[in-house]
T-cell receptor
Framework: LAKTTQPISMDSYEGQEVNITCSHN???????ITWYQQFPSQGPRFIIQ???TKVTNEVASLFIPADRKSSTLSLPRVSLSDTAVYYC????????????FGTGTRLLVSP | KAGVTQTPRYLIKTRGQQVTLSCSPI?????VSWYQQTPGQGLQFLFE???????NKGNFPGRFSGRQFSNSRSEMNVSTLELGDSALYLC???????????FGPGTRLTVT
């Protein structure tokens, strides 16, 4: 299972764009990259998933370079409610999927 | 569609007792995984069930067990509780044909 590395914490202000980069040098060919958001004492919430290039949904964008050894989660115009821990994970797209969570990135959004 | 539900949400037990936690996956999802989250160890995988069969197991002692029923609902049991079992227990379900897992709100277990 690929190991991921991401910053322990990040600070931002309301209205700014936040980019969180994750490194996954040993990603396998059939691995997808998934990001989750977690608030204290709640289950992680799925944000976005991608395999290559760029994926966008209503809450975030995910940028994946051609070598797929890293990925960047982009949160446009963050608000105070985006303060949370963000986890980057890599896992196979189908079949058994044991998610290995790292320490995540603690994002603090200030007014 | 309703999300993943877990019961109970909070539980207090004493050392030596046993506990059973329940998880109802999203309708149509056949894969259910369990995770333990503690401040010290973070989120750790316990086991995964698919069509009533355990597909894989994490590195937890045999006191931790689970099962899945024909309607995909799953239960997790912890016997002979220890103080270190105090944690947030999370259940996640997945449609096995696509990638993402959807988590429930968790059960907060406190062992005294």
């Amino acid at each position: 299972l690929a190991k991921t590395t991401q910053p322990i914490s990040m600070d931002s202000y309301e209205g700014q764009e936040v980019n969180i980069t994750c490194s996954h040098n040993n990603i396998a060919t059939n691995d997808y990259i998934t990001w989750y958001q977690q608030f204290p004492s709640q289950g992680p919430r799925f944000i976005i998933q991608g395999y290559k290039t760029k994926v966008t949904n209503e809450v975030a964008s995910l940028f994946i370079p051609a070598d797929r050894k890293s990925s960047t989660l982009s949160l446009p115009r963050v608000s105070l409610s985006d303060t949370a821990v963000y986890y980057c994970l890599v896992a196979p797209g189908t079949g058994f999927q044991k998610l290995v969570f790292g320490t995540g990135t603690r994002l603090l959004v200030s007014p | 569609k309703a999300g993943v539900t877990q019961t109970p949400r909070y539980l207090i037990k004493t050392r030596g007792q046993q506990v059973t936690l329940s998880c109802s996956p999203i309708s149509g999802h056949r894969s259910v995984s369990w995770y333990q989250q503690t401040p010290g160890q973070g989120l750790q995988f316990l086991f995964e069930y698919f069509s009533e069969t355990q597909r894989n197991k994490g590195n937890f002692p045999g006191r931790f067990s689970g099962r899945q029923f024909s309607n995909s609902r799953s239960e997790m049991n912890v016997s002979t509780l220890e103080l270190g079992d105090s944690a947030l227990y999370l259940c996640a379900s997945r449609d096995d044909r696509v990638g993402e897992q959807y988590f429930g709100p968790g059960t907060r277990l406190t062992v005294t």
